[in-house]
C-alpha cells in the first residue's frame, strides 16, 4: 500500500510564505513524476507545477517566478515553496505522484489528502 502525506499548508497574509511538503510511504520501488495541484471553491482542479525523476521543472504561468517545486528522493518527498502569495492562491492543495512498486508494470497515480492553503488580510 502506498500513502501521501501532505502538511504545511495555513492562513497568510498577502505577500507571505508557505512551504508545502508531501511525503510518499509504503511499497515503493520508484517514483517517476512529483507534482502540485490546487482547487479553489466552485473550480476545476488544476495542475501547478511538476518535477520529472531527472529533476526538470514546469509551472502554470500563474505561479511563475513566486513558486519553486522540488523534491527529495532519498526521503521520497516533494515540496512547494510559495513566496509573494496572493489571495487568488487560495485553494486546497494536493500532491501528485507516479508511483512504480516491485510488482507494477507502469506508474500508477497516487494523490495526498490534501491542504487548505488561505491567503487573506
Known amino acids: 500500500q502506498v500513502q501521501l502525506v501532505e502538511s504545511g499548508g495555513g492562513l497568510v497574509q498577502p505577500g507571505g510564505s508557505l512551504r508545502l511538503s508531501c511525503a510518499a510511504s509504503?511499497?515503493?520501488?520508484?517514483?517517476?513524476?512529483m507534482a502540485w495541484y490546487r482547487q479553489a471553491p466552485g473550480k476545476q482542479r488544476d495542475v501547478v507545477a511538476t518535477?520529472?525523476?531527472?529533476?526538470?521543472?514546469n509551472y502554470a504561468d500563474s505561479v511563475k517566478g513566486r513558486f519553486t517545486i522540488s523534491r527529495d528522493n532519498a526521503k521520497n518527498t516533494v515540496y512547494l515553496q510559495m513566496n509573494s502569495l496572493k489571495p487568488e492562491d487560495t485553494a486546497v492543495y494536493y500532491c501528485n505522484d507516479l508511483i512504480r512498486r516491485r510488482s507494477d508494470t507502469a506508474a500508477i497515480s497516487y494523490w495526498g489528502q490534501g491542504t487548505q492553503v488561505t491567503v487573506s488580510s
Open positions: 509504503g511499497s515503493i520501488f520508484s517514483i517517476d513524476a
Open positions: 518535477v520529472a525523476g531527472g529533476g526538470s521543472t
